[in-house]
């Protein structure tokens, strides 16, 4: 499984946008890039999933550059309720993936 | 789509006892689930894989015989912790795997979706 490395903490206010990036040196061709957010006593959320350039939803934007070594999560406008930790993962087609320590994002008035 | 539930979301159990934790993909199958665990400020730590009709498969340092895991369906994956020990108290997550689409590079979108999670307590 690749490894990811990502901040360990982040500060925002309201109304800011917010980027996460994370490196994925060692990802194989076969992988994709999944982010996943997590409130306290909760399952994981699914928030967006890419495998290369860029992808986006309702809630975020994922920016993949050609040599997909990093990937950044983009979240626009954020609200006190987006206060959370942050997955990146990376994986290929047998599911499996391994939780690294995330980013804690603190969304303050 | 793509939800994942858990029964119960909450258990507090004598020490000695089993509890057992269900999980179920309500509006996809999944042939794989996996359990997790998760301690207070830690990640998600893998315990193991769960493939419908077979045996599921353990991380190193997790004990088979004390995690039970049966995933009789496609759709409900069980996990027993057997005699359980104030150690064993944690917050137990399981996610159902969705078959995705093709993509360039020769794999597939295949996605976890995560349960809301089981708090064990153990006295």
């Known amino acids: 499984l690749a490894k990811t490395t990502q901040p360990i903490s982040m500060d925002s206010y309201e109304g800011q946008e917010v980027n996460i990036t994370c490196s994925h040196n060692?990802?194989?061709?076969?992988?994709?890039i999944t982010w996943y957010q997590q409130f306290p006593s909760q399952g994981p959320r699914f928030i967006i999933q890419?495998?290369?350039t860029k992808v986006t939803n309702e809630v975020a934007s994922l920016f993949i550059p050609a040599d997909r070594k990093s990937s950044t999560l983009s979240l626009p406008r954020v609200s006190l309720s987006d206060t959370a930790v942050y997955y990146c993962?990376?994986?290929?087609?047998?599911?499996?993936?391994?939780f690294g320590a995330g980013t804690t994002v603190t969304v303050r008035a | 789509g793509a939800v994942v539930s858990q029964h119960p979301s909450r258990v507090i159990c004598k020490s000695g006892t089993s509890v057992k934790i269900e999980c179920r993909s309500l509006?996809?199958?999944?042939?794989?689930m996996f359990w997790y665990r998760q301690f207070p400020k830690q990640s998600l730590m893998l315990m193991a894989t769960?493939?419908?009709?077979?045996?599921?498969?353990?991380e190193q340092g997790v004990e088979k015989d004390k995690f039970l895991i049966n995933h009789a369906s496609l759709t409900l994956s069980t996990l027993t912790v057997t005699s359980a020990h104030p150690e064993d108290s944690s917050f137990y997550i399981c996610?159902?795997?969705?078959?995705?689409?093709?993509?360039?590079?020769?794999?597939?979108?295949?996605?976890?979706?995560f349960g809301p999670g089981t708090r064990l307590t153990v006295l």
């Open positions: 509006d996809f199958q999944a042939t794989t």
């Open positions: 769960s493939n419908e009709g077979s045996k599921a498969t353990y």
């Open positions: 890419g495998y290369k």
């Open positions: 993962l990376v994986g290929g087609n047998d599911y499996k993936l391994s």
């Open positions: 060692n990802i194989a061709t076969n992988d994709y």
């Open positions: 996610s159902a795997g969705r078959d995705g689409t093709g993509i360039e590079g020769g794999g597939y979108t295949d996605t976890q979706y």
